[in-house]
């Protein structure tokens, strides 16, 4: 079995594979630079050169798991296709309306986001279902199908239908996609009730236009790629990663490409849950992933991923259930300019082309990149590995600017555009760990991404956080998380407004688990599937309050133990809040499911063991740090044994990132060769 993960970033494509072939693993990674023109260039090159390391393998079984931001930028950059709207009768204007509210109410000149959808594609459909999916008004298939040649008429590619109260009866919106099928043939047409049935029709309605408006984008590049796959690697089975941090079939990707919105970033998390599995002495873990254009973190407690309903993608939102995952428009390509007398670094990016200036590939803007050349913390001669060369001079050249309207030297302001950086990082993670009821103290900050394991341990100085972990290949870690996912997939019932009772509970987690159990067999052959798992969860509140909350239930609530689910919602409201009232009558929107059905996946092999670090030891070399020059110790991470203990100030380098061991901070190698820094009690 040969197994391959690949994760698109904005600047680099990172790959990594694992082979288990007789009785002997072997392991390979790479990093190429990322092609936005058509990113399945990157995909088919990068691929060919690490398969190229394993001889021939096209009679060989190969198993390709892929995140992909095909879908990400397509919204973001709005380029798609047009697409039209069904919606009941009443509702045209839902996707103008939104939500009412002001994303920065002291603005006042705050505007909305324009819809993916034009007004003039947006039909209104005579029919009504109620809330409790009784049908008040029939829908009319002819009505449907003069919409349907309307919205043809007026350029329509696309169709997203959306109708009030199809999370609890989705007759209507069934029968509006046969009518529309009839007139536009075949075209792609999404349905709110088949992506995720809930309740809100903003948030609802977005969901089926936000699949519906990246279908096409989605579908031509996995034709792409899958037509590359079947002429070369006819043995190769192709999936692709979701948002929840699983991973799903391409069929299942081509017809709700929306499950992929946040699949990169997902991936890190996944790949951090299998490591801290692993280690067993984590209790929670910070992702901090920082790559050229940004940094992502997330929470991960007691192996669980936090998720979250409430994410945005270009400023749309995103209702189902995803890595609760927090963006920071901070990278190493962010770049560093001067805004009258204040320094400011981001969220502007060099990306991959120009890129920042030291790389060479005509950047004459300083990036964050560049401070890191100009303070000594990367060697120009031995970036990824000696492969590429940097060019500090040009980095000098770009941020003298800033020095001069600083008034300061070049290392000096450096450093200054470093510490802006991390105070921007600080800002976010700050409230986001604060959200979660948790202290910085509590948590262990596993570093990954291209720049991820140099600002990570800066990060931790300044946020009190006293263990980071970085992985053994921490600047591809985001595609070994496509080595170890598993095939994910998350079923919901909406019961707001019914009576809950114990026989709905369990009648509903079964039909759920049964739910799950189809979506598995649909994905793979179940002689693959290693082992399968299932995780129930219920969204609640008190009564009379306007936000719940999801917590994760056990076999006693899915069997109808209503008292075990009140306890259980008691005692995560206090977790979070500090409070709770034991007597308030409990709430429950939403009852869930999440499969987990795991596939062949790499296991961490032990690393020789070595009296002390000396054997890696390869020089020596200056760094700006905390206000100050200070001499570093430089190793070779490939050299370094399990129980080898570093002092800080002290640089790892490795053949794709540079390690940084911050003064105060010791670093001990663990026995599988993860990096485990620790803050010296003062």
């Known amino acids: 079995m040969l197994r391959v993960g690949i994760d698109i970033g904005g600047t680099f494509t990172d790959f990594i594979a694992w082979r288990l072939k ?44 892929h995140g992909t931001t095909i879908s990400t930028n397509t919204v973001i950059e709005r380029k798609a296709d047009p697409i039209a709207l069904l919606t009941t009768e009443g509702f045209r204007d839902v996707l103008n309306i939104q939500r009412l509210r002001l994303r920065k109410p002291t603005n006042l000149f705050e505007q909305r986001t324009p819809p993916l959808v034009p007004r003039e594609l947006v039909f209104e459909v005579e029919e009504r279902t109620l809330f409790d999916g009784s049908i008040r008004k029939p829908i009319d298939p002819e009505q449907v199908k003069a919409c349907a040649r309307e919205a043809l008429a007026r350029g329509a590619t696309g169709f997203a239908i959306a109708l009030y109260h199809s999370y609890r009866n989705d007759e209507h919106e069934r029968i509006a996609r046969e009518a529309v099928r009839e007139v536009a043939g075949d075209v792609e ?7 995720w049935p809930q309740v809100g029709e903003y948030e609802r309605s977005m969901v089926a236009v936000l699949n519906a408006f990246v279908q096409p984008k989605m579908a031509g590049y996995l034709t792409q790629i899958e037509g590359y796959l079947a002429e070369n690697l006819p043995k190769a089975r192709l999936f692709i990663t979701r948002s929840n941090g699983g991973a799903m079939s391409t069929e299942e990707a081509r017809r709700f490409p929306v499950h992929t919105l946040l699949s990169g970033p997902a991936s890190g998390v996944t790949a951090t849950i299998d490591m801290s599995k692993r280690l067993g002495n984590i209790a929670q873990c910070l992702t901090f992933d920082m790559g050229g254009t940004s940094t992502d973190v997330s929470l991960i407690r007691n192996n669980q991923q936090m998720t979250s309903t409430t994410s945005e993608v270009g400023d749309f939102p995103v ?62 001669e031995n970036f990824l590995g000696g492969r590429m060369k940097l060019d500090a001079a040009a980095a000098e050249r770009a941020i003298s600017p800033v020095a001069e309207a600083m ?42 991404g291209g720049a991820g394991s140099l600002h990570g341990p800066l990060l931790a100085r300044e946020l009190g956080i006293r263990k980071v972990v970085i992985p053994t ?59 399968t798992n299932y995780d129930r969860f219920v969204e ?39 409070h709770s009232d034991p007597e308030g009558e409990v709430e429950v929107l939403q009852l869930r499911t999440r499969v987990l059905g795991a596939l062949p996946a790499p296991v961490a092999e032990p690393i020789g063991r070595a009296a002390d670090a000396t054997q890696a030891l390869t020089g020596s070399r200056n760094i700006r740090l905390e206000g100050g020059e200070h001499l570093a110790q430089v190793y070779d991470r490939a050299r370094l044994s399990a129980g080898a203990i570093l002092a800080g100030p ?25 990096l485990e820094l620790e803050l010296e009690k003062e």
């Open 22 to 65: 007789d009785g002997r693993s072997q392991s390979v990674n790479l990093k190429v630079p990322s092609t936005p023109g058509n990113y399945a260039e990157g995909f088919i090159s990068g691929l060919e050169q690490v398969l190229a390391q394993f001889g021939d393998v096209a009679d060989e079984d190969l198993m390709i798991v």
């Open 189 to 195: 047409i999404s349905i709110s009730s088949e992506i």
């Open 319 to 380: 209702s189902m259930p995803v890595t609760d995952i927090e963006a920071i428009g901070a990278g190493g390509g962010s770049i560093i300019t001067m805004d009258g007398p204040v320094l400011r670094v981001g969220p502007q990016s060099a990306g991959a082309r120009p890129g920042p200036a030291a790389f060479g590939h005509g950047g004459t803007q300083p990036a964050v990149s560049d401070a890191y050349v100009l303070c000594g913390m990367i060697d120009p």
């Open 407 to 448: 008034n300061t030297d070049i290392r000096t302001s450096a450093e200054a555009a470093l510490n802006v950086a991390t105070s921007n990082m600080v800002a976010r993670v700050m409230p986001y760990l604060a959200r979660h009821g948790v202290d910085p103290e509590d948590v262990t900050l596993v570093t990954f």
């Open 473 to 531: 290949t921490p600047s591809v870690f985001c595609a070994s998380g496509g080595l170890v996912t598993r095939l994910v997939n998350d079923a919901v019932i909406t019961v707001h407004g019914m009576e809950l009772t114990a026989q709905l509970l369990k009648d509903g987690f079964a039909e759920l688990q049964t739910r799950s159990a189809d979506w598995l067999a649909q994905q793979v052959e179940a002689e693959q599937i290693v082992e």
């Open 540 to 578: 609640a509140r008190y009564r009379g309050q306007s936000f719940q909350i999801l917590i994760p239930v056990g076999d006693a609530v899915a069997e109808g133990d209503m008292e075990a689910l009140r306890a259980a919602f008691h005692a995560e409201h206090q977790r979070l809040y500090s």
């Open 650 to 674: 002290a640089i790892v380098e490795q053949h794709d990132t540079t390690i940084l061991v911050p003064i105060g901070f010791s670093c001990t190698v663990n026995a599988e060769g993860e």
